[in-house]
């Protein structure tokens, strides 16, 4: 009963959220002595609007796109299928999880461990200047010989399914009774520029 009223608490504060936000660029927009009829901006306005994509590995993409925006509600349909995380008089900035790895992991990443044996991806073959993300130490002794050399050398990752498989077969090999994850963030996130058509 305590989850149901945590839950609706809030779902109704995101809504709220949601409406504060858009009504706050309202005002904003107001305050640059913009006048509005029937939804229309009588001087279109541009906004810079970042579309952050987060992946199921972690890796964010950036998106920079440039908005003239001439009707309000066409905006926000636009835009309806992405959660609103900043806003101001300049920037907008949208976030979706994405239910895929990150293009940088499908193009070069690998599955691999460190010195120490930790399961850890690397952007390419296995070293130590490479590390995008660590994971949990591998109990070594457990892993046959051939498995250890596969990671040594590094275990493409092409898809979301290879990566959870992975991931799900070598935590049956860590140390200890619970999976530690640690993120290792190297490589700044990835940033696109585009303009809007």
């Not at 913009?34 to 890796?59: C, F, K, M, S």
């Not at 790895?101 to 044996?117: D, M, Q, R, V, W």
């Not at 498995?147 to 959870?164: D, M, S």
């Amino acid at each position: 009963m305590r989850t149901n009223w945590w839950a609706s608490g809030l779902l109704c504060l995101s809504g709220f959220l949601f409406i504060f936000f858009q009504n706050s660029l309202l005002y904003k927009m107001h305050a640059e002595n913009i006048v509005y009829a029937n939804n229309e901006v009588t001087n279109p306005i541009q906004r810079n609007v970042v579309l952050e994509r987060v992946y199921v590995d972690g890796e964010i993409s950036q998106e920079s796109v440039k908005e003239t925006i001439v009707n309000m509600e066409d905006f926000w349909a636009k835009y309806s299928g992405w959660q609103l995380i900043h806003m101001d008089n300049r920037k907008i900035v949208f976030r979706m999880q994405m239910d895929d790895i990150s293009p940088l992991l499908k193009a070069n990443g690998y599955f691999g461990i460190t010195e120490e044996g930790v399961l850890t991806i690397f952007n390419g073959r296995p070293q130590k200047t490479n590390i995008i993300q660590s994971f949990f130490q591998i109990d070594l002794g457990k892993l046959e010989s051939k498995t250890c050399e596969e990671l040594k050398k590094g275990i493409p990752i092409k898809t979301k399914e290879n990566f959870v498989e992975v991931l799900e077969t070598f935590k049956t090999y860590s140390k200890g009774d619970k999976m530690e994850l640690q993120s290792a963030r190297v490589l700044q996130p990835v940033i696109y520029n585009k303009q809007a058509k």
